[in-house]
Nanobody, 113 residues
Framework: VQLVESGGGLVQPGGSLRLACLASGFTFSDHALRWYRQAPGKGREFVARIERGGRVIDYGDSLEGRFIISRNDVDRTLYLQMNNMKPEDTAVYYC???????WGQGTQVTVSS
């Protein structure tokens, strides 16, 4: 199982970023997928979850409405659209597939003026 996150970078407050996670090594469409993040000096925090077929979607506290999780089973890619970003969104963002104890390398997101 391999997970490769991309799309991070530096963005100003109020801006947007779209993260992607390309997955391989398992049957992508059969699994729920998640995004987590870890800010400097803090533990890993749940961001969002999407079930098989996108039928059930959950978000971490205070993120729904600004963040949108989606998936493309054909391209084996998980996405996270982040809008109206805030400095407290600064973190390394990771994707995770349910059922496998594997993490990608993460992608750094920095929100700063």
């Amino acid at each position: 199982v391999q997970l490769v996150e991309s799309g991070g970078g530096l963005v100003q407050p109020g801006g947007s970023l779209r993260l992607a996670c390309l997955a391989s090594g398992f049957t992508f469409s059969d699994h729920a997928l998640r995004w987590y993040r870890q800010a400097p000096g803090k533990g890993r925090e749940f961001v969002a979850r999407i079930e098989r077929g996108g039928r059930v979607i959950d978000y971490g506290d205070s993120l729904e409405g600004r963040f949108i999780i989606s998936r493309n089973d054909v391209d084996r890619t998980l996405y996270l659209q982040m809008n109206n970003m805030k400095p407290e969104d600064t973190a390394v963002y990771y994707c995770k597939v349910d059922g496998y104890p594997v993490w990608g390398q993460g992608t750094q997101v920095t929100v700063s003026s």
